[in-house]
Nanobody
Framework: VQLQAFGGGLVQAGGSLRLSCAAS????????VGWFRQAPGKEREFVTG???????YYGDSVKGRFTISRDLDKRTVYLQMNSLKLEDTAVYFC???????????????????WGQGTLVTVSS
């Protein structure tokens, strides 16, 4: 599976942005797809994930503001980000894995495939 993340950009605090993660080479059916982010000088952080069965999970810092969704026909997973804060500034990565247990959903090493990342900058 090859992943490409796009949709990042510059947005003011309080604004919204939608990221997309497009897959090629294989359908996303049966895969767990996650979004991670990494801010300068910080470790990669789990943002959200959607499992093969459609169940969704969110990191505490984005609950109630971000929504993950998918369109299997388009082989695309979306990350809708609302009420953006300065601290949401980071490079956002999408990743996919086929055998990720629930307890490992937030662990980056659990994922087999990674996109190249897209930069989200939130300004005041």
């Amino acid at each position: 599976v090859q992943l490409q993340a796009f949709g990042g950009g510059l947005v003011q605090a309080g604004g919204s942005l939608r990221l997309s993660c497009a897959a090629s080479g294989r359908t996303l059916s049966g895969y767990t797809v996650g979004w991670f982010r990494q801010a300068p000088g910080k470790e990669r952080e789990f943002v959200t994930g959607i499992r093969w069965n459609g169940s969704q999970y969110y990191g505490d810092s984005v609950k109630g503001r971000f929504t993950i969704s998918r369109d299997l026909d388009k082989r695309t997973v979306y990350l809708q980000m609302n009420s953006l804060k300065l601290e949401d500034t980071a490079v956002y990565f999408c990743a996919a894995g086929s055998r990720i247990i629930l307890s490992a959903l937030g662990d980056a090493p659990s994922y087999d495939y990674w996109g190249q990342g897209t930069l989200v900058t939130v300004s005041s």
